[in-house]
């Protein structure tokens, strides 16, 4: 019979040292893996901000291209409208034409001009001038569908003999089929050298290119 010579309160002592030291290695564990688990969740949440930044960054960009895309698109459509007027103003009217009905106008020396202007300009569309003559285009600068009526105008002003021969003139002008209207805004007496003349003053309107016969280019 084996005598057991370790007191009670010795070995309970033991027990509790060793139970101690279990404690203390699984704490420990868990205090290393609690921090190796922070640090990992830190490089995590360093690599998910650099993601975000870089993410953000790129609907930064994206914005903005898109931006710049919508600005490029809009300066396209006004080039656009701007390449249709001067299309439409370059083949509004034909100036070789022009020059041949006036010369078929002219049948003697009763009438000479002294001052001949020719400009393009253009007129709101409304229900009544969409039936006139001109050339329909798109308004400059305006998003909108507003058209505007281009119409090519001549002012004239020169002398005749007398009325009728202004009258002639002016009858023959308008029978041309590159002349739409004529109108007389004005006419005066004047003595020149011991001759009584008529001077007056005429506003042509032209016709415009697809509305005129015998045109041959574009002016």
């Keep these: 019979m084996d005598i057991d010579l370790i007191p009670t309160d010795y070995r309970a002592h033991l027990w509790r040292l060793r139970w101690l030291k279990g404690c203390g290695t699984v704490i420990g564990g868990i205090v290393t893996a609690t921090v190796i688990i922070y640090a ?3 490089v995590l949440e360093q690599v998910a901000s650099s993601q975000l930044d870089t993410l953000q960054q790129r609907r930064d960009i994206t914005a903005q291209q898109q931006t710049l895309i919508s600005q490029l698109s809009g300066n396209k459509e006004e080039l656009e409208r701007q390449w249709t007027l001067l299309n439409d103003l370059k083949r509004g009217t034909d100036a070789e034409g022009i020059f041949r009905a006036l ?3 002219f049948i003697d ?5 002294d001052e001949w202007e020719f400009n ?26 507003q ?11 020169g002398e005749a003999l007398d009325h009728v021969a202004l009258a002639d003139f002016v009858r023959r002008l308008l029978a041309q089929p590159e002349i739409a209207d004529v109108k007389v805004r004005r006419t ?15 506003a042509v ?4 290119l697809e509305n005129s016969r015998g045109l041959l280019g574009a002016f």
Excluded at 109 to 113: E, K, P
Excluded at 188 to 202: E, G, H, Y
């Design 205 to 208: 309107l032209v016709e415009p």
């Design 120 to 145: 393009r300009r253009g007129v709101p569309v409304t229900n009544d001038t969409r039936q006139q003559h001109g050339v329909l285009i798109p308004s400059p600068g305006s998003k909108s569908n």
């Design 103 to 105: 010369d078929r106008a």
């Design 109 to 113: 020396d009763s009438i000479w001009f």
């Design 188 to 202: 005066s007496r004047r003595q020149v050298r011991q001759v009584r003349i008529i001077a007056f003053d005429l």
């Design 40 to 42: 990992a969740l830190s």
């Design 147 to 157: 058209m505007r009526l281009i119409e090519t105008h001549m002012n004239i002003r």
